[in-house]
């Protein structure tokens, strides 16, 4: 399957058509970014990392019987996807208090949540992905009340299953971001699963090991990253 027409580039990725109609190739981009872009900086390989990274939690989800765009991987920075029509809504789903939810509630970070939290923000980066709630996720016809509880229901799964695989690799699943499209008739989850999405903690240190170490200027991005892909190789 080779690339033929190029078709969109977001921050991390770049897509491209194929002789298939029904799927896309996927680039990851070596190109880390934070605060809606405004903080950008080129490392060398987290494209290769987060491929790799994807393509086994994708490989893991699917044994669970997790429907998601992921067909194969293709190359050290390629991958084969169904082609989705995104629904704008991106979902947070947290199990620990970080970022934005310790400042906006006023709480510690790492204080562990009774219950999994999840939110929606729209997905629009000019407008900083602002939160939503359903009344405007209907009101703006971004999704339908079924496929919003399809999404929910399949959010919920994720971290159910996430969490207990990371733990056996000792990494706390802090919270992540997923997105969701429609591909004939179907509900999958799309984008990625890697530290540029999800927090990842250390169990016994605390240790950061996601993009919060590039936003905080904590150092050692890359290595975090190859820390997160060397447990993975080890468990799955």
């Known amino acids: 399957?080779?690339?033929r027409d190029f078709l969109y580039e977001g921050k991390a990725k770049?897509?491209?058509r194929t002789d298939d109609p029904d799927l896309v190739i996927v680039e990851f981009k070596d190109v880390a970014t934070a605060f809606d872009g405004l903080k950008k900086e080129s490392l060398e390989n987290k494209g290769i990392l987060n491929n790799q990274i994807s393509s086994l939690f994708f490989?893991?989800?699917a044994k669970e019987n997790i429907p998601?765009?992921?067909v194969k991987t293709l190359s050290e920075r390629d991958m084969l996807v169904k082609s989705l029509e995104i629904i704008p809504v991106e979902i947070i789903v947290r199990n620990i208090v970080a970022g934005s939810l310790a400042k906006?509630?006023?709480l510690e970070e790492g204080t562990v949540l009774k219950?999994?939290?999840l939110e929606h923000n729209l997905k629009d980066d000019e407008l900083h992905d602002p939160m939503l709630n359903r009344y405007h996720i209907y009101a703006l016809d971004l999704a339908t009340p079924e496929e919003m509880d399809t999404i929910e229901t399949m959010a919920l799964q994720i971290n159910q299953v996430l969490r207990p695989f990371l733990l056996k690799m000792n990494i706390v699943l802090v919270d992540f971001k997923l997105e969701?499209?429609?591909h004939k008739g179907e509900i999958l989850l799309g984008d990625e699963i890697t530290p540029d999405t999800c927090r990842f903690w250390d169990a016994a240190s605390g240790e950061k090991l996601d993009k919060d170490r590039f936003r905080r200027e904590m150092g050692k991005v890359t290595e975090a990253y190859q820390e997160?892909?060397?447990r993975l190789q080890e468990v799955d």
């Open 1 to 3: 399957m080779e690339k």
């Open 59 to 61: 490989h893991h989800l």
């Open 14 to 16: 770049k897509l491209f």
């Open 104 to 106: 906006r509630m006023g």
């Open 68 to 70: 998601s765009h992921y």
């Open 115 to 117: 219950k999994t939290v």
């Open 180 to 182: 969701f499209g429609r």
């Open 228 to 230: 997160v892909l060397r």
